[in-house]
């Protein structure tokens, strides 16, 4: 009897609870299938394809038999894509569409098989030929489930629920200023590996050196101990070590690099090698620091010239996820003069960082631990956890990727938040000791003309970023260019991560020297009057305009102005330079990198 019993309670928490794998390293590299293009969708609103178990598709045998939902007959979807924007029936769903995609597969017995996605929006329940495989949770980061003792020869059916639902225990909470697109957002793919394969890799340079790598290649499999071999052709690196019982291969070896910067976006290619696997990536290497109150890159100081972008494609009002988004959204950065890019308020689709490396742009990544968040629920720690190690899974290898952030205008009356995000904040040097860290925060006062920058949250940033509006949310106290500061940590280095106001292109409603009309003088004086203050700001190494391109966001619910666009763009959702657009683009023609 207890046997029984307890072999039902491991087969229940296996299905209930099991969890996604975090996805394998540089995914582009591997024996994949692409399970792009149109799946087949059950439109769930009110979430009751749980209780009907559409996963099993049962269909009628009797002639009494009946079934109230079916995926042959529904809706096609793209995939990737999110839901919201493809069906105007559904544009405000937060719920459940279940996806269908069947595959075929011929099976060998030397392979493994996995199922990748790039991400799902924001609770994903996979399941294949009618069995639950897992769950994930978290809207921006790849996972994958090991599907090779589970693939039938032949037709497969692979099922997944994704529901955008917010959660009040979520990454973000409840509340955010982004539109809540749903579904299965980016690639997926099978992949085929061999039995051992590299599921992970860091190669990149050693604090500190700027001709040194040390790093490590992770081996998954049952020969876990090979020979790991790391090739770099152009520098006739060619390194070889053993890897261990655990499969994990210590990479240590020098190379005359050149560095990768914004000015010169070198990349390499570099060949991952053990004995049953060799992936190719590109990899550039630089170095980034902090020195006193600078930011230095390659030994040299640098002006980060950065700009807030949300994943959307503005001229389609939908959920970027492509390499032309990534195309479209980077080059308008270029062109505003920017090198640097804070991909807000989670991580964004690897096309993006990617490109942006390319393109010689920085990157700044995040995850949504963004505001309301409840850091004393149970679980929420995990999550913070999780979200964050997948970014740096998917991403450690990306030498443009320069500042992991971990946060954005955390509320500091929320209990056991300063030590859920010094927690994390430990846990992601230990990760990735190469990086700069930060925690974004809008908690400083400002009156009589001041800035009181107090947060104790900054003493684990290694740069104070800060959220400010003056100008927009709050009036100026005095002149901008007698602004003062008091900053709790003196010596750190400084960056305005979000700043402006917002402005309807074209706006010709009043008098233009009046907030409520959003006309683009108002939003120029604003850039102006910000412009003239970022003299005052001490160890001021980089500023960030809230941000390029108006975006979706269903609480800017002004009929004429906003239309559910949140119009802090310096570009309309066409693309329409603003008055502001040409302000930003001449103080950093002006600005030099290294101020
Ligand atoms: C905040 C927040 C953004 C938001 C912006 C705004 O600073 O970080 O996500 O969109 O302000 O109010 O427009």
Same mark, same amino acid.
């Given at each position: 009897?207890?046997?029984?019993i307890?072999t039902?309670?491991?087969?229940l928490f296996? #299905?209930v609870?099991?969890?996604?794998? +975090?996805a394998?390293t540089?995914?582009?590299a591997?024996n994949?299938?692409?399970l792009n293009?149109?799946?087949q +969708? /059950?439109?769930?609103p ?5 209780w009907r178990?559409v996963w099993?598709e049962?269909v009628?045998?009797?002639k009494t038999?009946f079934?109230?939902? !079916?995926?042959e007959?529904?809706p096609?979807l793209?995939? *990737? ?5 493809q069906?105007?029936?559904i544009?405000?769903?937060e ?6 995609k069947?595959?075929?597969?011929? %099976?060998?017995?030397?392979k ?9 929006n924001?609770l994903?329940d996979i399941?294949?030929?009618? =069995? ?5 949770e978290g809207?921006f980061t790849p ?5 090779t003792?589970?693939?039938?020869e032949g037709?497969?059916r ?6 955008n !639902? %917010?959660? !009040?225990d979520?990454?973000p909470?409840?509340?955010f200023?982004w539109?809540?697109y ?5 690639d997926?793919?099978l992949?085929?590996?061999?039995? +051992? ?5 860091s190669?990149?340079l050693?604090k500190?050196?700027n001709?040194?790598?040390?790093g490590?290649?992770k081996?998954?499999?049952?020969? *876990?101990?090979?020979q790991?071999e790391i090739n770099?052709p ?9 890897s261990?019982a655990?499969g994990?291969g210590?990479?240590t ?5 050149d560095h990768?910067?914004?000015e010169n *976006?070198?990349r ?6 053990c004995?049953t696997?060799?992936l190719?990536?590109?990899?550039g ?5 902090v020195?006193? *109150?600078?930011v230095?890159?390659?030994g040299?100081?640098?002006f ?5 972008i949300?994943?959307?494609? $503005?001229l389609?009002?939908a ?9 479209l ?7 505003l003069?920017c090198?640097?890019? %804070?991909l807000?308020h989670y $991580?964004?689709?690897e096309?993006?960082v990617?490109?942006a490396?390319k393109?010689?742009?920085m990157?700044w990544s995040e ?7 409840e850091?004393? +629920?149970?679980?929420? =720690?995990d999550k913070?956890d999780?979200?964050? %190690? ?10 443009g ?11 500091s009356s929320?209990?056991n938040?300063?030590l859920?995000?010094?927690n994390?904040t430990?846990?992601?040097r230990a990760?990735d !000791?190469?990086r700069?860290i930060?925690h974004?925060i ?8 001041t800035f009181?920058v107090?947060?104790t949250?900054y003493?684990?940033?290694d /740069?104070?970023?800060?959220n ?12 901008p ?13 400084v960056?305005?991560? =979000?700043?402006g106001?917002e402005?309807?292109?074209g706006?010709?409603y009043? $008098? ?7 006309s683009?003088?108002y939003q120029?004086? /604003?850039?102006?009057d910000? #412009?003239?203050?970022?003299?005052t700001v001490?160890n ?8 390029l391109?108006?975006?979706r966001?269903?609480?800017?619910m ?8 949140n119009?802090?763009?310096?570009l309309?959702?066409?693309g329409e ?5 040409f302000v930003?683009?001449?103080y950093y023609?002006?600005v030099?990198s290294?101020?």
């Open positions: 009897m207890t046997r029984s307890l039902l309670i491991l087969i296996t #299905i609870f099991a969890k996604a794998q +975090t394998m540089n995914v582009d591997r994949s299938t692409c293009g149109k799946w +969708t /059950i439109i769930d009110t979430g009751v394809g749980n178990e099993k049962k009628p045998e009797k038999d079934y109230e939902y !079916s995926f007959g529904g096609v793209e995939v *990737p894509g999110d839901f919201n924007s069906i105007k029936e544009t405000y769903l719920g459940t569409v279940w996806y269908k069947t595959f075929t597969y011929t %099976r060998d017995s030397s493994r098989l996995f199922i990748h996605f790039g991400a799902v924001y994903a399941y294949l030929n009618g =069995e639950h495989l897992g769950q994930h809207g996972f994958q489930f090991e599907l003792h589970k693939v039938l037709e497969n692979l099922i997944v629920k994704a529901d !639902s %917010r959660k !009040s979520g990454l909470g409840l509340g200023d539109f809540n749903g579904g299965i957002t980016r997926v793919n992949v085929e590996t061999n039995a +051992t394969y590299i599921d992970d890799y190669i990149q050693k500190g050196s001709n040194q790598v040390l490590w290649v081996l998954n499999g049952k020969k *876990p101990q090979q790991i770099i152009e520098l006739n690196v060619k390194y070889k070590t053993q261990n655990k994990i210590v990479i070896f020098k190379g005359k690099f990768w910067s914004p *976006p070198k390499y290619e570099v060949i991952i090698k004995e696997d060799a190719k990536d590109t990899i290497f630089r170095t980034i620091k020195q006193g *109150p600078t230095v890159l390659n040299k100081s640098i980060l010239k950065s700009i807030n949300h994943e959307e494609n $503005p389609k009002g959920r970027a996820f492509s390499k032309d988004d990534a195309k959204l980077l080059t308008w950065a270029k062109e003069g090198n640097m890019v %804070r807000a $991580p964004h689709n096309y993006m990617k490109m490396e393109m010689g742009l990157v995850i949504p631990v963004y505001q309301h968040i850091f004393s +629920t149970p679980g929420v =720690e913070m999780l979200m964050m %190690r997948e970014m740096i899974k998917r991403d450690k290898n990306r030498c990727v320069v500042i992991w952030s971990l946060s954005n205008e955390t509320y929320t209990a938040r300063d859920a995000l010094s994390l430990k846990k992601c990760l !000791s190469t700069l930060t974004v809008n908690t400083q006062g400002y009156a009589n003309n009181n107090w947060d949250l003493r684990y940033s /740069i104070i970023s800060i400010e509006y003056v100008g927009w949310y709050e009036p100026w106290q005095g002149k260019v007698d602004t003062k500061w008091d900053l709790i940590y003196p010596d750190k280095p960056f305005i991560s =979000e700043f106001g402005a309807l292109y706006s010709n009043g $008098p233009k020297d009046e907030a409520a009309y959003w683009e003088e120029e004086q /604003i850039y102006k910000q #412009i003239e203050m970022f003299k001490p001021l190494v980089g500023v960030c305009p809230w941000l391109v108006d975006y966001s269903l609480g800017r002004h009929p004429i102005y906003q239309k559910g666009y119009r802090k763009g310096l309309s959702e066409k330079k603003k008055k502001a657009w930003m683009k001449n023609d002006k030099s290294d101020e």
